[in-house]
Structure formats: structure tokens, C-alpha cells
């Protein structure tokens, strides 16, 4: 049995609905902030890869211009959040 390109896309987006569960599931009810915050960045990450699977299914290079924008708000605000915890300030 040969998968095809198609039945691959849609395990991958099906997988990575499946990630996005626990992670959810820890940025509400973690225990600690920094366990909230490492998951948020996770969340991020799962979505964006989710936007670029379905980019790539539907042929939308719109939808990946969102994905990569999306990754960089994460990877930022997670460095933010990060910093301000750890000094007590942002700047």
C-alpha cells in the first residue's frame, strides 16, 4: 500500500491537531507560569505548522506568509515574557 501525497498532508494536519491538545491544555492549567509560557510557545508553533501544511495542501502562498508571521509573534513574545520574568522588566 503506497500513500499518496494527499493522505500524507491530512495525517500530518491530523497529527498536529492532535499536538495541539496537551498543549492547550498546559497554558490553561499549568502549574507554573514559566510551564504556561514554554507551552504558549508551543501552541505557536503547532498552529503555524498547521498553516503551512494546509498552505501547502490548498496551494495558498497567503496562508504560508501567515504561518512564518505567526512564528515570529510567537518567538517574540515568548522572548518577551521570558526576559520579563527573569529581570522584572522589558526593555
Known amino acids: 500500500m503506497i500513500i ?3 493522505q500524507a498532508d491530512f495525517l500530518a494536519l491530523v497529527v498536529m491537531v492532535v499536538a ?3 498543549s492547550t491544555y498546559r497554558v490553561l492549567y499549568g ?3 514559566p510551564d504556561r509560557i514554554a507551552a504558549s510557545d508551543a501552541v505557536g508553533n503547532v498552529l503555524a505548522m498547521i498553516f503551512a501544511l494546509y498552505a501547502f495542501q490548498g496551494r495558498s502562498i497567503f496562508l504560508m506568509d501567515v504561518a ?3 512564528s515570529v509573534i510567537s518567538f517574540v513574545g515568548t ?7 527573569d529581570t522584572g522588566e522589558v526593555l
Do not use: D, N, R, S
Not at 79 to 85: E, F, Q
Open 20 to 22: 495541539l491538545v496537551p
Open 4 to 6: 499518496t501525497l494527499e
Open 31 to 33: 502549574p507554573t507560569l
Open 79 to 85: 522572548v518577551i515574557v521570558a526576559k520579563y520574568i
Open 68 to 70: 512564518m508571521l505567526l
